[in-house]
């Protein structure tokens, strides 16, 4: 079963200084029927305008991953990281027992668009911890974040893998092992999961599937949660 969830039904958030939609329900927007699919919680697609951004604030218990789609992301944390992420890179926060961080905009200039993914740990009360890590795309899945750090992803405490791609016109196969899920997020251009069609910003829940073909006639960029 593949249930879609268009991006226009998405909760929106307008500041002024950002521009933020959420798949599942975060901050002011609260929906009982989308909390989240599977231990994945939050995808807030986020559009930052030059030099603003979210001041230091804190969290607990969760794995934060930021994937920047065009611009640049300034980060500070209380762990004394500080750093910049920019498209073709992927940050991991474990915020465990507690951490507290800011981020902004980098550019004075120009816009920041990226994805912000919350995902819920298998433990409890880890010591904070940061890392990040340059993606090579090359046309295939490429693995983001696991729980082993297999093919140099990020490590999250969590049995999920978060894979990305950037099509141009071509397929690629992904089999979902007996009992797991998966969620596709469209983060730019359209694609076919199974031959449903997906424009940006759409997602879709896949359950009771075993193989998976992410197809794009143009350019698209795709995430793909492969999930407990």
């Known amino acids: 079963m593949i249930q879609i969830r268009p991006a226009g039904d998405r909760g929106h958030a307008q500041h002024g200084w950002l521009d933020s939609w959420h798949s599942f329900s975060f901050a002011d927007y609260h929906d009982p029927r989308h909390m989240g699919f599977s231990v994945l919680r939050v995808i807030n697609e986020d ?3 030059p030099g603003e951004g979210f001041p230091t604030h ?3 218990d969760m794995e934060i991953i930021t994937y920047v789609l065009e611009g640049a992301l300034e ?28 981020e902004f905009n980098h550019s004075k200039n120009e816009e920041v668009h990226f994805l912000q993914i919350w995902i819920l740990p298998n433990v409890q009360g880890v010591q904070p911890g940061y890392e990040q890590k340059r ?6 899945l490429r693995l983001l974040a696991s729980p082993e750090g297999r093919d140099a992803s990020v490590t999250i405490h969590q049995d999920a893998r978060i894979y990305a791609a950037r099509l141009n016109g071509a397929s690629i196969d992904h089999t979902l092992a007996p009992g797991r899920r998966a969620w596709l997020q469209i983060a730019r251009g359209a694609a076919t999961v199974n031959g449903i069609e997906l424009h940006a910003g759409d997602g879709a829940g896949i359950e009771g599937e075993t193989g998976l073909r992410i197809a794009a006639d143009g350019s698209a960029e795709v995430l793909l949660f492969d999930l407990p």
């Open 58 to 60: 804190p969290h607990r």
């Open 47 to 49: 559009r930052v305008t």
């Open 135 to 140: 993606i090579e795309h090359n046309g295939t």
């Open 75 to 102: 980060h500070q944390d209380s762990l004394g990281t500080g750093s910049v992420i920019r498209p073709g890179e992927v940050q991991r926060m474990s915020a465990g027992t507690g951490i507290r961080h800011s």
